[in-house]
């Protein structure tokens, strides 16, 4: 039975490869100009990224390296939501793993998604306030380098494309507005 997605029409769904992290789905469809044809569409799995701020204005990153990207990326503490995991316990674990923060104060700064044209993954923002320090306990495979930077750096580390992780980019940007930093 076809289904209906907005002015698109989905005749027939089939998922060609799925694993953990994600699934990619090609769909067989007819198009708002009523051609048919083929739209492939990848389901990522959700995550979170928080960005902790102290009280004397410095924000804790994270440099890691990205397989994907073949190279080190800056970004905010993130990761993926573990099944019926809230968004905030989400956040909350992983600040612990990456940075070995633990935060009072939270703000949820929305989702964002990274890439709407075929890909479907949703990420949660959060700032994280009132902060105490740990001992990090990293995921196998993570190799962690932890950032302390002035919240004006982070920002001009944006505006410079020397941070390029999308849901980083927007945390930073929401944050020096709600924040007035």
């Not at 993570?142 to 920002?155: G, H, L, N, T, Y």
Request: with cysteine; aromatic share 10%; glycine share 6%.
């Amino acid at each position: 039975m076809p289904e209906k997605r907005g002015p698109w029409t989905i005749l027939k769904k089939k998922v060609v490869y799925k694993d953990p992290y994600l699934e990619v789905r090609k769909d067989k469809i007819i198009n708002p100009s009523g051609t048919t044809g083929t739209f492939s569409v990848i389901n990522a799995k959700h995550g979170v990224s928080v960005l902790p701020i102290d009280d004397r204005g410095f924000v804790y990153l994270v440099n890691e390296f990205k397989y994907a990207l073949g190279d080190y990326s800056i970004s905010a503490a993130s990761g993926g939501i573990e099944g019926k995991e809230r968004p905030l316990r989400t956040a909350k674990r992983e600040l612990m793993e990456e940075l070995g923060i633990k935060a009072k104060k939270w703000k949820h700064l929305g989702c964002v998604h990274p890439f709407t044209t075929f890909i479907f993954s949703e990420s949660h923002l959060f700032i994280a306030q009132d902060l105490s320090f740990f001992k990090p306990q990293n995921d196998d495979g993570e190799i962690i380098e932890p950032v302390k930077i002035k919240f004006d750096k982070a920002v001009d580390m944006v505006m410079k494309n020397k941070i390029t992780h999308t849901p980083t980019i927007a945390l930073i940007l929401k944050a020096k507005e709600l924040l007035k930093l």
